[in-house]
């Protein structure tokens, strides 16, 4: 009888693997022509969901709907889903935005977060999708992208962690392809973009303690950094810091990660009456190796502001570029001081020191500066793509101040560029 039951055994073992898994049926004979695989009938048309569950980083659940908004656009850049403004869009067809509850948190392969949002598009269409979280608030992303077929049941799963915190946005390529199984593996848009704005106090050749403060709002105006006029210090900009440095030398340091194109407003804002030497490091969204951007000493006195322009490139590869924040016409010559054509000053101050910019396509030798009437040219040291910092001496009542310079525009053109300022000394 035992012989029997042996014999029989094996010819009725069957065994299926999940509930669309394939069907494997076990044979006597122990090799691999013994085994048949029976792989489950998929029925299109296919429905892609995209869902993104979140969690507190202290561990707390987050309501569904809230801690991240969820977008997504289709090849055609048609997007569905909350943009990072909280606006909810419904331009791909067949395709829905709504918040969840994760049915199974603590299922063994699936997403942990208890409450999300997410897309499903009905029959989606091949191509690259992206996937765009903006920050709410400072929060774990669980990210599960999977397909099912026309009779629910799921054909792949896609799952991948991620954080985020209030203004940063992260964006996901999905390459689709309907027929693919696997389809994709879903990858992060690389952004290995950085900058670190350093600057010292200097006396000669010796470093001193800092004698200015930092202020930088990015292209939507959010700021990171410390005004000491208002004693008020911000941290707006996400993935940014401010502080005094990491190295062996006191210092005023701002750092951010994952940089938006655009221009940045750098504010240096003197605490004290001194010099500072200004030192910008960049890398861009491929992690190159950074461009260093040196200044020489700056004077500076307490409550002076000097508005630098930083401008941060859209395209991979770019460089970014410091100028003045001030300029005119076609602006061959910027300024981070002064930052208005007419400028006041104390009456006791009898000189001024002014912060120039000259454009990457200057003439050096066609420069020329007069102030008062009188020639002051060789007081400037103009180079393509330079800038300094020139003193210039100020008599009591109005001095004017007259610079003109040639340049190649960036669209190929020859200007003749004039620049006329008022130094107003109060008497």
């Known amino acids: 009888m035992k012989r029997r039951s042996l014999l029989i055994v094996p010819l009725l073992l069957v065994t299926l693997i ?16 013994g085994v048949t695989i029976i792989e489950p009938t998929w029925e299109p048309p296919y429905r892609l969901t995209i869902q993104v569950y979140v969690t507190a980083q202290d ?33 791909i067809p067949r395709a829905a935005w709504q918040p969840l509850v994760n049915p199974q948190p603590t299922a063994p392969i699936g997403p942990r977060g208890l409450g999300g949002s997410g897309v499903t598009l009905e029959d989606a269409a091949d191509g690259g999708y992206v996937l765009e979280i903006a920050g709410t608030e400072r929060v774990s992303l669980d990210l599960a992208v999977a397909q099912w077929d026309k009779a629910g049941r799921r054909r792949w799963l896609h799952l991948a962690k991620a954080s985020t915190e209030p203004g940063a946005v992260d964006r996901w390529d999905i390459p689709y392809t309907a027929a693919a199984r696997p389809a994709f593996d879903l990858a992060e848009r690389r952004d290995d973009s950085y900058l670190s704005v350093r600057v010292y106090g200097r006396r000669s050749d010796a470093v001193q303690e800092p004698v200015t403060e930092l202020l930088i709002s990015d292209p939507r105006g959010r700021r990171l950094g410390r005004d000491p006029t208002a004693k008020q210090d911000y941290q707006e900009i996400p993935r940014g810091a401010y502080g005094g440095g990491t ?43 950074p461009t260093s951007l040196e200044g020489g000493e700056v004077p500076t006195r307490a409550g002076l502001i000097h508005r630098y322009r930083l401008e941060w490139p859209d395209a991979p590869g770019g460089e970014p570029r410091l100028a003045g924040a001030w300029g005119q016409g076609d602006r061959l010559l910027s300024y981070a001081y002064p930052v208005a054509s007419r400028t006041e000053v104390p009456a006791g101050q009898t000189s001024v020191a002014l912060v120039v910019f000259y454009a990457p396509g200057v003439v050096a030798g066609s420069f020329h500066a007069t ?13 393509p793509d330079g ?22 525009m960036p669209d190929g053109r020859t200007s003749t560029h004039t620049d006329s300022l008022e130094l107003v000394r109060r008497r």
Not at 63 to 90: C, F, K, S, W, Y
């Open 18 to 33: 999940g509930p669309a898994g394939a069907q494997v049926i076990m044979r006597p004979g122990g090799n691999a022509s």
């Open 387 to 408: 800038h300094e910092a020139v003193t210039l001496p100020l008599a009591p009542g109005s001095n004017a101040l007259v610079l003109s310079v040639t340049g190649t």
């Open 59 to 91: 561990g707390r659940p987050v309501v569904p709907g809230l801690g991240a908004n969820v977008l997504v656009i289709d090849p055609q850049g048609r997007r569905t889903g909350m943009d990072e403004g909280g606006i909810l869009h419904q331009e």
């Open 247 to 289: 190295g062996p030398v006191e210092a005023r340091e701002l750092e951010l990660m994952r940089l938006a194109a655009g221009a940045y407003a750098l504010d240096v804002i003197g605490t004290t009456a001194g010099r500072y030497e200004l030192i910008v490091y960049a890398a861009d969204r491929a992690g190159r190796p």
């Open 371 to 383: 102030l008062g009437g009188r020639d002051v040219t060789a007081r400037f040291h103009p180079a």
